[in-house]
């Protein structure tokens, strides 16, 4: 039988590299495939698929399975894999995601809708994009039609930056959203090997669970989320934090959290950092003063450059509808079902136990640092919120997962976070709604469809 070292394909030759990365272009152009029938097109679309919308389910799901198992064989070859060639294989899988349109979620079109009602004078921070109206107010789903925005002035100003450079042509706009989001990936990818170095892990390590993971590809690339521009901000900062440029650090992390507010957290990473490298029994006070000051002199410059206004303060607490799905709304959801409980205290009670057990989470983790360090602190506090948090979406596991990609010693931590990543790669349906019956029966069938595959050319290859 073939082993997971073994460095041919016997059957045709192949080396382990261009047989992980033949499965996962497979993967992926079947993901692609996938988007042009059931992912999130433009809705004056959407009668053209409805018809083939099972058999995508299925090709797609298979994709996602090739994807994930080809990440895994990358993940045990990995000895012979070197930072530049983990990034050639990133590429490749990228590339048919690149092409096609947006997947396993709707959000994308919400980025553009938020960017143009900017540009038309409207203000994001109290009102939905139904007040934008007109073709891309009607890409967003009606539960979110009349919700503020979330996120930070400075994404909103690039999103409108985007919006007024394409004006009403909406694959231009998606193009551009894509775009974006792709150069957050690059800088995301570029600084991970510094960061891993700093902290003494392997470069080639940071890359695989931290950048080639499938949630990368399917979700920051196919689906154009605003984490990547974040998380590559955040990354960058404390790639300048480790080199001891302390006050840029703090300015790229405060840029982070004005994009997504998460990324605050990773002012604790650079305040620990600068602390280490101050004189005195105070010099902890003195990082945390001159991090935090830092902060709130970016934050007010370019909140008061973008003229957007602090609107975006109050509208942090948008995730927190009761239309949000989360891991603590569902059991809450089930609780009231089965107690026939008052709604609304039974949501609100477990709301508080995920907050609880989230700053538990944290506490542990930041009294722990001088074990993990203060990357992995962050991470492992980023990871419980997206996980315990007010909203979970499997991309918000990003969030913590990039820094201990980057940060965590070889073990458990690192085992457990690719093991959530490569089931989160399945949580969600190409479209970015949730399965019915049949749909849910087609994405199993087309996971028990790829591992039937997987498994025949394991035995023709042994």
Not at 298 to 306: D, E, K, L
């Amino acid at each position: 039988m073939l082993t997971a070292g073994e460095p041919e394909l016997r059957a045709w030759k192949l080396d382990a590299v261009t047989g992980y990365r033949l499965l996962g272009v497979a993967g992926a152009i079947l993901v692609a495939g996938t988007g042009w029938a059931a992912g999130a097109l433009p809705v004056e679309n959407a009668g053209s698929w409805r018809d083939h919308a099972l058999s995508a389910v299925l090709f797609g799901y298979c994709g996602i399975t090739m994807l994930v198992a080809a990440w895994i064989w990358a993940g045990r070859t990995r000895d012979r894999a070197t930072p530049r060639s983990l990034l050639v294989t990133l590429v490749l899988w990228s590339a048919p995601l690149v092409a096609g349109p947006p997947l396993f979620s709707r959000d994308v079109y919400a980025y553009l809708a938020q960017g143009a009602m900017a540009v038309a004078g409207l203000d994001v921070y109290s009102s939905g994009v139904g007040s934008l109206g007109g073709i891309l107010g009607a890409q967003v789903p009606a539960m979110w039609q009349d919700t503020p925005t979330p996120y930070g002035p400075v994404f909103v100003v690039l999103a409108a930056g985007i919006a007024a450079l394409v004006g009403s042509k909406l694959i231009a706009g998606l193009i551009g959203m894509r775009l974006l989001a792709l150069a957050g990936v690059v800088l995301m990818t570029a600084c991970l090997p510094t960061v891993a170095r700093r902290c003494g892990v392997d470069p080639a390590a940071a890359l695989w669970l931290g950048a080639l993971n499938p949630l990368v590809p399917l979700h920051l690339v196919a689906g154009a989320h605003n984490e990547a521009v974040m998380l590559g901000l955040l990354i960058a900062g404390i790639a300048l934090a480790l080199r001891g440029r302390f006050a840029f650090a703090a300015v790229l992390v405060t840029l982070s959290a004005l994009v997504k507010a998460p990324a605050v957290a990773g002012l604790a990473v650079v305040a620990a950092l600068w602390w280490q490298h101050l004189p005195g029994r105070t010099r902890h006070v003195h990082a945390v003063v001159r991090t935090t000051v830092i902060g709130a002199v970016t934050c007010v410059a370019v909140t008061g450059a973008t003229g957007l206004g602090y609107g975006w303060i109050a509208s942090l607490s948008t995730p927190i509808s009761p239309q949000s799905w989360s891991v603590t709304s569902a059991l809450g959801r089930a609780s009231r079902l089965v107690l026939d409980a008052d709604g609304p205290a039974v949501m609100r009670f477990w709301a508080w136990c995920g907050l609880a057990a989230t700053l538990a989470v944290a506490a542990w983790s930041w009294w722990r640092r001088d074990r993990f360090g203060p990357v992995t602190a962050a991470g492992l506090s980023l990871g419980a919120l997206a996980l315990l948090g007010p909203a979970t979406r499997p991309w918000y596991a990003l969030w913590g997962l990039v820094l201990i990609a980057a940060a965590a010693p070889a073990g458990r931590v690192r085992r457990w976070s690719a093991a959530t990543c490569g089931v989160l790669a399945f949580a969600v349906l190409p479209s970015g709604f949730g399965p019915d019956g049949p749909q849910a029966l087609y994405a199993v069938a087309g996971v028990a469809l790829a591992c039937t595959g997987l498994i025949l050319l394991r035995r023709l290859a042994s």
